[in-house]
């Protein structure tokens, strides 16, 4: 049986008199892939190939339902209750498909509910049919990585992404063990490129290697380039993961290094 967690919120414990389940009222067809658009210039007598400019792909999308593992009906309250929780965050958030026998994440979506409809009892409702519509055209999976660094070391990190012509940017956070001083974490896989930081003894620093944004781990304050001894601003390497084996070289002293990212997951169906 499965779950899910949303907006810090779990079917397991949203409602007091019941934990809840996903089901399928309606029986489903087919599951539905992935679906792309190419874009490409116009072909003419002249030019009989057309220029390609990628694609771009359809959001993931579907439709499930909620029922009380109980078998119970929902209260008008208890209702409410549901329909607040799934349908008042306004940007995508996480949603954590869970087991409830092992209670392990087996999927992660980002996005939101964009549709529901209970159906109605004589004492209340059965459940809640919704349409969940993810932000990006399949699941990712996380991954957590967490390494004590003393002076020069190579990490071989796996970045198990599906999807293979694209960079996965992580977030990093470096604590320096000893006097600060500048430590460099280089990727020998993706042509070299080096990130160097100044470091302070103590100080947690957190990189948002997506955004490009640096934050004080304590304060969770921005941290100014000029701390970081950055002053070509126009030339920053921001940690990126290639699809497969990256050959990392860290040195700088004694520091921890924790790598955060999610990676795509181009599982077709199968969450119930």
């Not at 190419?38 to 999308?61: H, M």
């Amino acid at each position: 049986m499965k779950g899910f967690i949303y907006d810090g919120k779990s079917t397991d414990s949203i409602l007091s008199s019941s934990s809840l389940g996903l089901c399928a009222f309606d029986s489903l067809d087919t599951v539905i892939g992935t679906s792309r658009e190419n874009i490409s210039g116009d072909i003419s007598i002249l030019r009989p190939i057309a220029n390609e400019y990628g694609t771009t792909s359809t959001p993931l999308s579907f439709d499930y339902a909620l029922y009380k593992m109980n078998e119970d009906s929902f209260t008008d309250e208890e209702q409410r209750i549901i329909e607040t929780w799934i349908t008042s965050p306004q940007f995508s958030k996480d949603l954590q498909i869970f087991d409830y026998t092992t209670k392990e994440t087996t999927d992660i979506f980002c996005g939101k509910f964009i549709s529901t409809e209970w159906i109605p009892l004589p004492d209340g409702w059965a459940g809640v049919k919704f349409t969940f519509q993810n932000n990006s055209a399949y699941a990712k999976k996380h991954y957590d990585y967490k390494y004590d660094i003393e002076w020069d070391n190579t990490i071989m990190l796996t970045c198990l992404s599906d999807e293979l012509e694209k960079y996965v940017y992580p977030t990093i956070k470096v604590t320096k063990k000893e006097v600060t001083g500048n430590i460099s974490i280089q990727n020998m896989s993706d042509n070299e490129n080096k990130m160097t930081i100044k470091a302070y003894n103590g100080l947690p620093m957190q990189f948002d290697c997506l955004n490009c944004i640096p934050k004080d781990g304590t304060t969770n304050q921005i941290i100014s380039y000029a701390d970081l001894g950055w002053t070509d601003v126009g030339n920053i390497y921001w940690l990126r993961l290639l699809p497969g084996m990256n050959e990392i070289n860290v040195s700088g002293g004694k520091f921890t290094l924790e790598v955060s990212f999610d990676a795509p997951y181009k599982k077709v169906g199968g969450w119930l």
